[in-house]
């Protein structure tokens, strides 16, 4: 819920823009760092969720390292003033080119998702007389439980090595000179809601572990990726996750050898809640069987609903300011893009909404501005702070 005094900051600004609420995004860094650190856990931001410079700053002042998945994410992380010694790179389609960067800034480890992978980046560490620290990304089919497209750690996935080939990837290993094993990593899938979930998992990494240990391997890291979900439906009931409920699953469950850190590669968690999409309705049109309310934002400002039915909450803030609209309306808030499934909602009750109304899309601050697009020649995404307003 906005306040009204927010919303008339809002009146002037030009629609559609990512608002982001700067005081929520340090309280919610705030309370993840407070969980982790008393457990020793190591934090690594995923890129991927959110790049604004601003957001990106706030979480590099707090101390994380980030968890990057392309050589550009790797450039944007040591730019912002990540330390390279806290950077992790994954992804299953890395470039030659990109390895290379990598190297050229010693970050932390590679996150490697292939046997192919590991001969390439012992190749290219060869070449520059580097030795490169890795972690394999290992496939342990736990079912996430969320929705198939952000299930990450299923056989039928293409991420991660499978645990049949692990015999041969030890092997290899044991051939790729310029190459030392730091760490083995897991991410099983995003928007993970049921910890039980996480339970399952610290079960297979305690499996692994003990594999790798028993074949002379000494695993300094266990990475256990990101996936931590938020409330999409309650945005304010539980704007800050219960952090210290989810990293005490793995201090309860995860087995760790003298030595040995648990790393965490979260993204939605952390910058969900403190951003929404503000939109203006441009339409309002009537029908017998369904009334649309036509908004200035599409799926080219926030994707996530047409790529994977995902659900947001929203809000029409102007209704809210003015509190004297008390009836509910159904309508389907759509976008001005040309294609159907460009739409944020179907059967949304709502007050009765008027042309120039001002609308929120609530928790679209992880997998929302960075996947905006030019789409239909759209413009630039818009994004405004909370402190600068
Ligand atoms: N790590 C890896 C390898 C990922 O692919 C992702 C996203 O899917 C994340 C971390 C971040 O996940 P989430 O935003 O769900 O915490």
């Given at each position: 819920?906005?306040?009204?005094?927010?919303?008339?900051?809002?009146?002037?600004?030009?629609?559609?823009?990512?608002?982001?609420?700067?005081?929520?995004l340090?309280?919610?860094?705030?309370?993840?760092?407070?969980?982790?650190?008393p457990?020793?856990?190591?934090?690594?931001?995923?890129?991927?969720?959110?790049?604004?410079?601003?957001?990106?700053?706030?979480?590099?002042?707090?101390?994380?390292?980030?968890?990057?998945?392309?050589?550009?994410?790797?450039?944007?992380?040591i730019?912002?003033?990540?330390?390279?010694?806290?950077?992790v790179?994954?992804?299953?389609?890395?470039?030659?080119?990109?390895i290379?960067?990598?190297l050229?800034?010693?970050?932390?480890?590679?996150?490697?998702?292939?046997?192919?992978?590991?001969?390439v980046?012992?190749?290219?560490?060869?070449?520059?007389?580097?030795?490169?620290?890795?972690?394999?990304?290992?496939?342990?089919?736990?079912?996430a439980?969320?929705?198939?497209?952000?299930?990450?750690?299923?056989?039928?996935?293409?991420?991660?090595?499978?645990?049949?080939?692990?015999?041969?990837?030890?092997?290899?290993?044991?051939?790729?000179?310029?190459?030392?094993?730091?760490?083995?990593?897991?991410?099983?899938?995003?928007?993970i809601?049921?910890?039980?979930?996480?339970?399952?998992l610290?079960?297979?990494?305690?499996?692994?572990?003990?594999?790798?240990?028993?074949?002379?391997?000494?695993?300094?890291?266990?990475n256990?990726?990101?996936?931590?979900?938020?409330?999409?439906?309650?945005?304010?009931?539980?704007?800050i996750?219960?952090?210290?409920a989810?990293?005490?699953?793995?201090?309860?469950?995860?087995?760790r050898k003298?030595?040995?850190?648990?790393?965490?590669?979260?993204?939605?968690?952390?910058?969900?809640?403190?951003?929404?999409?503000?939109?203006?309705?441009?339409?309002?049109?009537?029908?017998?069987k369904?009334?649309f309310?036509?908004?200035?934002?599409?799926?080219?400002?926030?994707?996530?609903?047409?790529?994977y039915?995902?659900y947001?909450?929203i809000?029409?803030?102007?209704?809210?300011?003015?509190?004297?609209?008390?009836?509910v309306?159904?309508?389907?808030?759509?976008?001005?893009?040309c294609?159907?499934?460009?739409?944020?909602?179907?059967?949304?009750?709502?007050?009765?909404?008027?042309?120039?109304?001002?609308?929120?899309?609530?928790?679209?601050?992880?997998?929302?501005?960075?996947?905006?697009?030019?789409?239909?020649?759209?413009?630039e995404?818009?994004?405004?702070?909370?402190?600068?307003?």
């Amino acid at each position: 819920m906005f306040e009204p005094d927010r919303v008339n900051a809002f009146t002037p600004q030009e629609t559609p823009f990512y608002y982001y609420d700067i005081a929520l995004l340090e309280r919610t860094l705030d309370a993840a760092r407070q969980a982790a650190d008393p457990m020793g856990f190591h934090v690594h931001y995923a890129l991927k969720a959110n790049f604004n410079d601003r957001l990106l700053e706030c979480v590099r002042a707090m101390g994380f390292g980030a968890d990057c998945v392309s050589g550009n994410e790797v450039r944007k992380a040591i730019e912002t003033g990540f330390d390279p010694g806290k950077i992790v790179f994954a992804g299953v389609g890395k470039s030659d080119k990109e390895i290379t960067f990598a190297l050229s800034k010693d970050i932390f480890a590679f996150n490697v998702e292939s046997i192919q992978e590991l001969e390439v980046i012992d190749a290219l560490a060869a070449a520059d007389g580097k030795k490169a620290r890795v972690a394999l990304r290992i496939n342990p089919n736990v079912d996430a439980h969320t929705h198939q497209y952000i299930t990450t750690g299923l056989d039928e996935n293409k991420f991660g090595i499978a645990h049949w080939e692990l015999t041969e990837a030890i092997e290899t290993l044991r051939r790729c000179l310029h190459i030392e094993l730091v760490g083995i990593h897991f991410h099983v899938g995003s928007q993970i809601t049921d910890l039980n979930v996480f339970k399952s998992l610290c079960v297979k990494v305690n499996e692994l572990n003990n594999w790798f240990d028993e074949r002379g391997f000494r695993i300094k890291v266990l990475n256990v990726g990101g996936g931590l979900g938020v409330d999409y439906h309650e945005p304010d009931a539980q704007s800050i996750p219960d952090f210290k409920a989810y990293f005490s699953v793995f201090d309860e469950f995860l087995e760790r050898k003298p030595g040995q850190e648990v790393h965490f590669e979260l993204g939605r968690a952390l910058v969900s809640q403190c951003g929404s999409l503000v939109s203006r309705v441009l339409y309002v049109k009537n029908g017998i069987k369904k009334n649309f309310l036509i908004i200035d934002a599409g799926m080219t400002e926030l994707m996530r609903p047409a790529l994977y039915q995902a659900y947001h909450r929203i809000e029409n803030l102007t209704a809210q300011a003015d509190g004297d609209r008390d009836d509910v309306v159904h309508y389907d808030v759509v976008g001005p893009i040309c294609e159907s499934s460009d739409c944020f909602g179907k059967e949304v009750p709502l007050p009765t909404t008027f042309r120039g109304d001002l609308i929120a899309i609530r928790t679209a601050g992880a997998y929302g501005e960075v996947m905006a697009s030019r789409y239909n020649l759209r413009q630039e995404i818009r994004y405004v702070y909370s402190d600068l307003l």
